[in-house]
């Protein structure tokens, strides 16, 4: 398959390029800029410019584009900018193929489990209803950019990720350094739900995605087995050979973080990746203490 990847610098992006190399696909990077290299691709989302090679027939296109929302603190400037980054470049890449001679068969686009605010302890899955916060918003808007491209008849699924486990980057490589020194505990009650999937099945999961043919609109890539926030903290202290004993209390997680801390750290959801079991795809890593050592050793 020739697959054109927007956000292919990032975390899953560029493992997924890796992986879908060595599967044998071609894969293009979707470069920021005003096109004055040789690549066949480039774009400026915040202008609505996309400059492309088309004498290329694009297969796929996977979107993974957006603005980190755990990496500061949320003004209403950088909520803005969360939507902005995530719709903008969305809609605009979605025009672009649905507009094309020839479309691609398929529009794979990055979303979350943010979807579904905070659940509790109550499971839920694609045909849940949304939640009422401002994760909701964001995803509501991001999937919605992406209607010109169900329009034109492209097949669009959209990945809703929960908290991907890797060393290099994310939540789990911002926990490693106090938990290593000891200094490691539940957040808050601990009694919130996270919902993970190992980096190896989210690019085994996108790429089962590109293969089935019967897969569209919303689909969850997360482990089948959820976990708490406490559960989650004593198994990566087991994993590490540390104690878990400082717990960061609910008072300071929302003065330090704000709105932030209250829907990324002491709200949580219990998510169940339902359509990928149905189907049969099959977790290298269903759990947390073996998706744990994989990264860690």
């Known amino acids: 398959m020739n697959i054109l990847i927007s956000g292919a610098s990032g975390l899953i992006g560029s493992h997924l390029v890796s992986y879908l190399t060595q599967q044998g696909h071609q894969v293009f990077k979707l470069f920021r800029g005003n096109g004055m290299s040789d690549t066949p691709y480039h774009w400026q989302p915040d202008v609505g ?24 603190k949320w003004s209403e400037k950088r909520k803005k900018a969360l939507i902005d980054s995530r719709v903008e470049s969305t809609h605009l890449l979605s025009q672009f193929i649905s507009k094309l001679a020839t479309p691609p068969k398929v529009f794979i686009n990055a979303s ?37 491209a169900i329009d034109a008849g492209i097949r669009t699924v959209f ?21 290593k020194l000891g200094l490691g505990g539940r957040v808050g009650s601990g009694k919130q739900y996270m919902s993970w999937i190992a980096l190896e099945d989210e690019i085994r999961a996108i790429e089962f995605i590109l293969q089935q043919p019967d897969i569209s609109g919303p689909i969850n890539l997360c482990s089948p087995c959820a976990v708490t926030n406490n559960e989650f903290s004593q198994t990566l202290a087991k994993v590490l050979n540390r104690p878990a004993i400082f717990p960061l209390p609910e008072f300071i997680v929302r003065l330090i973080f704000g709105e932030m801390g209250e829907l990324l750290l002491l709200e949580g959801c219990n998510v169940k990746p339902k359509k990928l079991t149905d189907l049969g795809f099959e977790f290298t890593y269903p759990i947390l203490k073996d998706a744990l050592i994989q990264q860690i050793d």
């Open 49 to 72: 410019k996309i400059q492309f090679d088309n004498s290329i027939q694009l297969d796929a296109v996977i979107n993974l584009c957006g603005v980190n929302i755990g990496e500061c």
């Open 112 to 148: 979350a489990i943010g979807y579904y605010g905070n659940s509790g302890s109550k499971e839920v899955d694609e045909s849940s209803p949304p939640g009422n916060n401002f994760l909701t918003e964001i995803v509501s808007q991001w999937e919605q950019a992406a209607q010109p």
């Open 159 to 179: 990945i809703r990720s929960g908290v991907v486990l890797a060393t290099e980057d994310g939540a789990l490589a911002k926990m490693l350094l106090p938990f």
